[in-house]
């Protein structure tokens, strides 16, 4: 801290509605902190003004087995910050004309399978590709992230598996790692080097990031390396990603560093000419919405300010790199641990929050009175509905004369079979379905489906069977007893699937809904995740 005192005393000044010291400033931080004890992991935090490195401090143990402190030069990993370096490379690429950002993906990946539409580089990059995330389907698999050393090779044999896509490119945003493996792979047969080897001559050491590396194997000695942690009640468990899959995340690295990258490519450093303008480009989606991701950077507003920023979450290492160009202030935040994820403020932005307060929030406009809807006209929207892009089951009910969808989202009346919620949705009914226009501009599609009867006895039997995926290349069964219903991936892993409409389940991934042949028998069903939907299982028992 000794280089750092008293550095720029002004830096705080100004982002503060009162005067305040330095000395008060690095109080708060430190009380923001507070909570990574010194027999615990820990964190890093790097703050910089115009390039300037202003604070910088590390809180708590590297390694808990050990008793080795956290240090500011100790390297965590960084998740999905590590995005904006793949989109780097690419960038750099397609710069020295090895490739296009518009360039159709199968032209680097033939055995991607044909989608009967175009994928380009640039719908990888920002993730709208369609292009399921190969850890989700993993995940339905029985075999999340962490249970298996899955590498870049791994992952692609996944995503060629997929059958579908999420959604047409374009015309979605669906954050997906399978986009930044392809990348990475790219990146590999076009340069004639793996990532890890690009990086270090073209991003690395130009940035000044010495000590960065990728975790291209989980087997790599890293000197320095904290370990990662999660809890389990009061107690620290390791919870390290054990894969070698890297490129999407897999950034070993120091806040420090990342403040050097940050201020590197933002002054336009990175390429020649400069690429930063390349690096904040974003692009409408189909139908013209706005779109914010841009090469591995998200471009937005936070605090009432113009930010490009980026956070991470890889096993419990956790990350965040935020610049505010307006204000030349870049924060940088790497942790060992995931233990504070549920706190209801995160360190980090109590910290930023000192130097960018939160606008105070605007006072309500007056209600405007709702139309009068007589209870009987309601009830001819209530009931279960159907969403057309993952078979979401949604309940629509009344409650004290008012119509909600699910369980808290009241619908207010604008007209007859016109409602709106208070995002500003609005809700357009028609015979047996309706459409929801998000503020967004997005229109979501319903349509009316039957209730789950199941209550019978025996009725549950319908749905059991052994189920086999190719896509996913895994084999399920489906059990019951009385009217309850379990997904059986292994022995030791027995999921409920709670009924929401006929054949239609909630399982602790997503909606799944069972599928019937021509004959009216279950012949399959399919299931979805955050980030892949319509995972198919064909029944074969």
């Given amino acids: ?36 004890k010194p027999d615990g992991p820990g964190a890093q935090m790097a703050i910089s003004r115009n390039g300037q490195v202003i604070f910088s401090k590390a809180w708590g143990l590297a390694d808990l087995e050990h008793n080795v402190k956290l240090s500011t030069a100790s390297l965590i990993e960084a998740g999905s910050v590590s995005k904006q370096f ?8 397609e710069q020295e004309g090895k490739l ?33 995330d190969w850890g989700s389907i993993a995940a339905i698999a029985g075999w999340p992230r962490g249970t298996k050393a899955y590498d870049n090779l791994d992952a692609l044999a996944i995503i060629c598996r997929q059958k579908t896509l999420n959604n047409v490119p374009g015309a979605e945003y669906i954050y997906s790692n399978t986009g930044y493996t392809l990348m990475t792979i790219i990146v590999q047969r076009v340069s004639g080097k793996e990532m890890k080897d690009f990086s270090r001559p073209a991003i690395f050491d130009p940035a000044g990031m010495q000590q960065s590396i990728w975790r291209s194997s989980y087997k790599l000695m890293v000197p320095g390396r ?20 890297y490129g999407h995340g897999g950034l070993l690295t120091t806040a420090e560093e990342l403040l050097r990258w940050t201020q590197f490519y933002t002054t336009g450093k990175l390429g020649n000419p400069s690429l930063f303008p390349k690096q904040v480009t974003t692009r409408p989606l189909n139908n013209g919405n706005p779109h914010n991701y841009a090469a591995g950077l998200v471009v937005t507003k936070l605090n009432g300010k113009e930010v490009i920023m980026h956070s991470g979450a890889t096993a419990s290492y956790r990350a965040n790199l935020e610049y505010f160009p307006e204000l030349g202030l870049t924060f940088a935040f790497l942790s060992n641990t995931s233990a504070f994820d549920r706190d209801s403020t995160v360190p980090f932005i109590l910290a930023r929050n000192i130097f960018i307060p ?27 509905y159907q969403f057309s892009r993952d078979g979401r089951g949604l309940k629509l009910s009344i409650k004290n004369g008012q119509l909600y969808a699910g369980n808290n989202t009241a619908l207010y009346p604008l007209g007859k079979n016109r409602f709106k919620n208070e995002r500003g949705g609005v809700y357009e009914f028609a015979e047996g379905s309706f459409s929801e226009i998000t503020p967004e501009k997005d229109t979501l599609q319903y349509k009316a489906v039957d209730f789950a009867n199941i209550n019978n006895d025996g009725a549950a039997a319908r749905y059991t069977g052994e189920y086999y995926s190719e896509e996913a290349d895994a084999r399920v069964t489906i059990e019951a007893e009385g009217t309850t219903v379990w997904l059986v991936q292994k022995a030791n892993s027995k999921l409920t699937l709670n009924p929401q409409y006929k054949d239609g389940f909630e399982t602790p991934y997503g909606p799944l809904y069972f599928e019937r042949n021509e004959q009216n028998k279950i012949s399959g069903f399919k299931i979805s995740i955050s980030r892949a939907r319509n995972v198919s299982f064909t029944k074969v028992k």
């Fill in 358 to 384: 939160e606008p105070k929030p605007k006072k309500p406009q007056t209600a405007v009175p709702p139309l009068a809807v007589p209870e009987e006209t309601l009830r001819n929207y209530t009931g279960w």
């Fill in 226 to 245: 904290a370990m990662a942690y999660s809890t389990i009640g009061p107690k620290y468990l390791n919870d390290m990603p054990n894969e070698s899959v």
């Fill in 86 to 93: 793949t989109a780097a490379a690419i960038l750099l690429l």
């Fill in 1 to 36: 801290m000794k280089k750092l005192s008293l550095l720029l005393f002004s830096a705080c000044l100004y982002t503060s509605a009162q005067a305040q010291t330095w000395q008060d400033t690095v109080a708060r931080i430190e009380a923001a902190f507070s909570r990574y």
């Fill in 100 to 132: 296009s950002l518009d360039d159709e993906v199968h032209k680097y990946i033939p055995e991607l399978p044909d989608y009967g539409t175009l994928i380009t580089i640039r719908h990888l990059m920002q993730h709208t590709s369609g292009l399921k």
